[in-house]
């Protein structure tokens, strides 16, 4: 449901954050949007992920195997094959450091691999598009997925860039990566959130 959400209202407006001033809504705010049940229900592509990648990703967090076999109720042993902090989820969150010493130091890079799934016509194809995030450099590789048959899985790859003028302070962007179907119907849109350890967003 998150890919296929509405981000804009009734007036095809942005969403506004009612506690702020009506100011346009953030990630933080809406998430990735309004639900669109009949949108959801033929989403185009998917983003999957199983219950392995979930215990990746606690590998990746440092849980501990007790505690993921807490979570899991798994006896499992050999838990931690594979750890990972890029769990296959449509969305994107880069949390960027604060360590810059001064306005000469290197860009933060972060980058986000993820696979799509098309579950929609069997030949297609899909383009991406990204809103522009104030401060940071975002870039899609490769920008165009071709399919050539249904369940077919391609894979991407999301970097962003901390270009911000002033890397120490507090700082937030959010914006959307879109995947729109070449002569088809299908959006397929994900939030795309970045900040640095000093926002705090409450």
Known sequence: MMTTADSLDLSNQ?????????????????????VNPNKA????????????DYVNLLCGMNFTAKQIRAIT???TTNL????????????????????????????????????????GKGTTSYRATLTPLEGLF????????????????????L??????????KPFVSSGYLRWTEDGGDHIVQSPVLATNKEFKPL
Not at 21 to 30: D, K, L, V, Y
Not at 138 to 151: A, I, Q, R, T
């Open 14 to 34: 942005p969403i506004k954050d009612a506690g702020k001033s009506e100011r346009t809504s953030t990630a933080f705010g809406i998430g990735a949007g309004h």
């Open 41 to 52: 229900l033929d989403p185009g592509l998917v983003y999957d992920a199983g219950a392995i």
């Open 73 to 75: 109720r798994s006896s």
């Open 80 to 119: 931690c094959s594979a750890p990972t902090l890029d769990l296959n989820y449509p969305s994107f969150i880069a949390l960027f450091s604060v360590n810059y010493s001064s306005s000469s130091s290197p860009n933060e890079v972060l980058e986000f691999t993820r696979t799509v799934t098309n579950v």
């Open 138 to 157: 975002v870039k899609v590789v490769p920008n165009k997925l071709e399919f050539s048959s249904e369940g077919q899985k391609l894979q991407f790859k």
């Open 159 to 168: 970097t962003i860039e901390n270009n911000h003028p002033v890397k120490k």
